[in-house]
């Protein structure tokens, strides 16, 4: 097959697209921040209410959307999958991330209970660095600064019972997720990035 030399202006062009569809890639991302976002609100603040406010025996009762996030997520990961045409390094790199953290995190909810440990504040941990990693592929200093702030929210939930964990979690999910997805997702209306 013979290479064809580019001029200045295609090469250009080439190189515009290919950002472009980068970018494109990372602003469909908007709906997984967004969906996880609005799960694990929804989880952590009815959580804090019914272990505060009533003596319903089962709290956590909200937390099984996240069986939903998961089958939603993995439905529309698989079929975004299948469409993308190009899947390079940095494309598995994202989805071994958040696998791999979506993982410990599974591990630490299900066990971390059996040795005692309260796990909110290990879960604000991981997602802190699964969001300021992806903030820092995406080159999108919102979820940098959400990574930062689910560390903060870590060291403070350490220091605070259970059912306030819960709260903790709601605004580090509301600053880490929800205010950049919907940056995200605003970017890419407006601008097509």
Do not use: C
């Not at 993995?74 to 994202?94: C, E, F, I, L, P």
């Not at 953290?101 to 796990?119: C, E, R, S």
């Amino acid at each position: 097959m013979e290479e064809k030399e580019l001029t200045p202006q295609e090469s250009m062009a080439l190189i515009q697209s290919m950002i472009g569809k980068a970018r494109k890639r990372y602003s469909d991302n908007s709906f997984f921040f967004l969906l996880w976002g609005w799960i694990v609100l929804v989880a952590s603040v009815g959580h804090y209410y019914l272990s505060t406010f009533t003596d319903f025996e089962y709290p956590f009762i909200g937390w099984s959307l996240t069986i939903v996030g998961a089958i939603v997520s993995g439905v529309v990961g698989a079929r975004r999958g299948k469409k993308s045409q190009v899947k390079n390094y940095t494309d598995k790199m994202y989805a071994w991330l958040w696998f791999s953290l979506g993982m410990a995190m599974f591990t630490i909810v299900f066990n971390g209970q059996l040795i005692g440990w309260n796990t909110v504040p290990f879960i604000l941990l991981l997602a802190g660095v699964g969001t300021a990693v992806s903030g820092a592929m995406m080159g999108f200093r919102p979820l940098q600064f959400g990574g930062f702030v689910f560390w903060v929210l870590a060291f403070i939930a350490f220091r605070q019972p259970e059912n306030y964990q819960m709260l903790l979690l709601a605004l580090g999910i509301a600053v880490g997720y929800l205010v950049p997805g919907y940056i995200m997702k605003a970017n890419f209306r407006n601008n097509g990035v």
